[in-house]
């Protein structure tokens, strides 16, 4: 057990996955490497986004006015997340504490921080899902828009 959270550590160190909100593409691309997927914002999405493989964890950045307003984190294998793997990745982007929320879905975990960032953790689909304050007022503003 302590050798496969030591790997588990070490993948980090050699793969950084995590959630930067608030960086440009640049850094993105500077953190990650060459990204294995991009789309732009269009009239059905409002964000751009470009997708990163990093070791064993897929990591999805969403994108606006050039920088990152959110993300999703899988693992390449769809498996489930530790506890210790969901708390690795929220630590590395905690501008300050990251403080558990009761979710409106059963199927979620909630966490939000000082800057009204989140994060949901999907059980079900195994994902982690960052969304910067910025991120909820576009979304917000898209949905009073439509009719």
């Known amino acids: 057990m302590?050798?496969?959270?030591?790997?588990?550590?070490?993948?980090?160190?050699?793969?950084?996955?995590?959630a930067n909100l608030g960086e440009t593409v640049a850094q993105c691309v500077t953190r990650y490497g060459t990204?294995?997927?991009?789309?732009?914002?269009?009239?059905k999405s409002p964000f751009g986004t470009v997708t990163f493989a990093a070791g064993e964890y897929i990591l999805m950045?969403?994108?606006?006015?050039?920088?990152?307003?959110?993300?999703?984190?899988?693992?390449?294998?769809?498996?489930?997340?530790s506890d210790a793997d969901r708390q690795t990745i929220m630590s590395v982007d905690a501008s300050s504490p990251w403080s558990s929320i009761p979710s409106d879905?059963?199927?979620?975990?909630?966490?939000?921080?000082?800057?009204?960032?989140?994060?949901?953790y999907d059980k079900e689909k195994h994902l982690l899902i960052f969304t910067s304050a910025e991120m909820a007022q576009i979304l917000d503003a898209q949905t009073k828009k439509s009719p």
Do not use: M, Q, Y
């Open 2 to 18: 302590k050798w496969g959270l030591a790997l588990l550590l070490l993948s980090f160190c050699v793969f950084p996955c995590h």
């Open 35 to 43: 990204p294995v997927h991009f789309t732009e914002a269009n009239g």
């Open 61 to 81: 950045i969403f994108l606006s006015n050039g920088h990152e307003v959110g993300a999703k984190v899988s693992k390449a294998d769809k498996s489930d997340f």
């Open 105 to 120: 879905d059963p199927t979620c975990l909630a966490w939000t921080r000082a800057d009204k960032a989140k994060v949901l």
